[in-house]
């Protein structure tokens, strides 16, 4: 019996499945603050200290917590992720796709690559849906409260974790395991096998690294937004762009549909030209 081959699609969060910014929906506001004012500061701060920008709005995030004496355990920023609000059809999106995969005799998994924040995802309601979440996260010390960034991801270091997911080697800490040669038919989900779905320029290495490679890159929009994606069409970094909206028989899912399909026959195909050649 032939293998299923296995389908990964693999999500930026901000502004891809949710509205807008994560930490916009309740942790700005619970410090007093604008989005506009938070997010510039931040910025400021990484041009003034020549800092990375993910880790700037990381520090940000403790600095104002305890100026505002906002408590920030992990269960508070957990919390926080049943606030967000996520685009049309996000929440039946997973099953439904699901579904596509067993009508193609594949297997499907979702993963998050996020520069936002783990524990607010982790709150959220979708957070079970996905086989993995790699985005940023606090270390919390021996009180249980945030004190350090453990994980910091930016748009260049996404990159990682499609090679992560290509090899199986989904443990942050497992560095031997991800850089060791492992052969292209030795790896559980070949990069011709991804879907990668993002928003914006912060995506592009990713969209870029998978298209490449044979994989398909979506770039998503919001309403009045596709000027601001068309240049990546253009650029041919993305394949195909469309609006962010995930009901049943949208655009997007169609466009989903499509590759699934076409992705499961290629492997089957490819996967019986490996076996033909290695009887020769």
């Not at 850089?179 to 870029?208: A, Q, S």
């Not at 994989?215 to 240049?231: F, L, P, R, T």
């Not at 949208?250 to 992705?263: C, G, H, Q, T």
Request: aromatic share 12%; with cysteine.
């Amino acid at each position: 019996m032939t293998e299923k081959p296995t389908i990964a699609l693999l999500y930026d969060f901000d502004k891809t499945l949710c509205t807008k910014d994560m930490q916009e929906y309740s942790f700005i506001p619970k410090v007093n603050m604008r989005a506009e004012d938070f997010w510039c500061e931040a910025t400021n701060l990484a041009k003034s200290e020549k800092m990375d920008g993910v880790l700037a709005y990381m520090y940000l995030m403790l600095e104002k917590s305890r100026d505002a004496r906002q408590p920030i355990h992990r269960k508070d920023f957990v919390d926080l992720g049943s606030d967000l609000e996520f685009f049309p059809g996000v929440e039946s999106w997973f099953e439904r796709i699901n579904e596509v995969g067993n009508q193609v005799d594949a297997n499907v998994e979702h993963y998050i690559i996020s520069s936002g924040l783990r524990e607010i995802i982790e709150g959220s309601k979708i957070f079970d849906a996905f086989k993995e979440v790699f985005a940023c996260e606090f270390y919390y010390d021996f009180n249980g409260v945030a004190c350090w960034p453990k994980n910091a991801v930016n748009y260049t270091t996404k990159t990682q974790f499609l090679f992560r997911i290509n090899k199986g080697v989904l443990d942050i800490s497992n560095d031997k395991d991800l850089n060791k040669y492992t052969m292209d038919e030795d790896r559980p989900i070949p990069f011709r096998n991804m879907i990668y779905i993002g928003d914006g320029l912060t995506d592009v290495p990713c969209m870029k690294l998978v298209k490449v490679n044979g994989g398909h890159s979506i770039a998503v929009y919001q309403d009045g937004g596709k000027e601001k994606v068309n240049e990546l069409l253009k650029a041919e970094r993305v394949d195909f762009l469309s609006q962010a909206d995930y009901s049943k028989n949208s655009e997007l899912d169609l466009m989903v549909r499509d590759m699934i399909a076409k992705m499961a026959i290629a492997d089957r195909l490819h996967r019986k030209s490996k076996v033909q050649l290695s009887g020769l």
